[in-house]
């Protein structure tokens, strides 16, 4: 099993720039694909932002390439999402899951974590 734990997420002024965490608790967390989502009140659950177990090959929804990216360290067990150039758009509740194949549906995902609020404000 996968425990994660996000972090980082706070207010920050449109244009600004923020870096969520995920921190990962399990044995398996280096063989898997970890993916990023947002939501918003009223709204499905959004992806954004996947990578690989290597880190090797990344996955992006339209609307944040070139503006956010997403790392990670297997040696600390950690996942990073950087968000540039903040939009109002982008005010949601950041989630991390991890799969087995970075795919852009929720379903792919079995094991999530609790979440972590970012607003951009203007």
């Known amino acids: 099993q996968v425990q994660l734990v996000e972090s980082g997420g706070g207010l920050v002024q449109v244009g600004g720039s923020l870096r969520l965490s995920c921190a990962a608790s399990?044995?398996?967390?280096?063989?898997?694909?970890m993916g990023w989502f947002r939501q918003v009140p009223g709204k499905e659950r959004e992806f954004v932002a996947g990578i690989n177990w290597s880190g090797g090959s990344t996955l992006y929804t339209e609307s944040v390439k070139g503006r956010f990216t997403i790392s990670r360290d297997n040696a600390k067990n950690l996942v990073y999402l950087q968000m540039n150039s903040l939009k109002p758009e982008d005010t949601a509740i950041y989630y991390c899951?991890?799969?087995?194949?970075?795919?852009?549906?929720?379903?792919?995902?079995?094991?999530w974590g609790h979440g972590t609020q970012v607003t951009v404000s203007s």
């Open positions: 899951a991890a799969a087995w194949a970075v795919l852009r549906t929720t379903t792919s995902y079995d094991y």
């Open positions: 399990g044995r398996t967390f280096s063989s898997r694909a």
